[in-house]
């Protein structure tokens, strides 16, 4: 049985992050053959052009880490209406310089959680868009705008009983993306 490597991209630094947290309880839902490795992103340095050519070690870092990766997990808050600076830039980072990103080709899944009664809908449309042009091959459907309520996660911080269902039929479909996309 083949291994994939999933590299995981939270756009929350809170410690107490409900999208992290999510992102744990997900990992819980995939096979076996299925690794979950959050990449760290909140000690990159603003992206920069002129430090194109002097990538600092944590860009490095990270672009190493999507490189081995077989599959990528996007699972991010909404900041007034579009994606979190803190995930612009590690996206920004990990494509430069010019003609060597390290995302193309590489199967993703976008999904987030929010209080909001609409979860993460258009944060995760600016986000498709932008992995649209580096040429990040997205699930589509199902979608997940997931709404923060008080039974989203069950006493261990697994996905609760209300949303077991939805969450492994989500996580069901993105395998078998990866699986389908993965070189």
Do not use: C
């Not at 609760?160 to 492994?168: D, M, T």
Request: no cysteine.
């Amino acid at each position: 049985m083949k291994h994939y490597q999933i590299t995981v991209l939270v756009g929350s630094l809170r410690r107490e992050s409900f999208n992290r947290k999510l992102a744990n309880a997900l990992a819980k839902l995939a096979p076996s053959s299925f690794t979950f490795k959050q990449a760290q992103i909140s000690d990159l340095p603003l992206y920069n052009q002129d430090d194109d050519d002097q990538q600092a070690a944590s860009v490095l870092r990270l672009k190493s880490e999507i490189k081995m990766a077989n599959g990528l997990l996007f699972v991010t808050p909404e900041y007034n209406r579009s994606i979190p600076g803190v995930l612009k830039n590690a996206i920004d980072h990990a494509s430069r310089p010019y003609g060597q990103s390290a995302w193309a080709s590489k199967p993703a899944g976008v999904l987030g959680v929010s209080v909001g009664a609409i979860g993460t809908a258009l944060a995760q449309q600016h986000l498709r868009n932008v992995l649209a042009y580096l040429d990040v091959p997205t699930l589509g459907q199902p979608e997940a705008f997931i709404q923060a309520k008080d039974d989203l996660f069950g006493p261990d911080n697994s996905i609760g009983a209300g949303s077991q269902k939805f969450l492994q039929n989500w996580m069901d479909h993105y395998v078998a993306w990866v699986v389908q996309h993965a070189a």
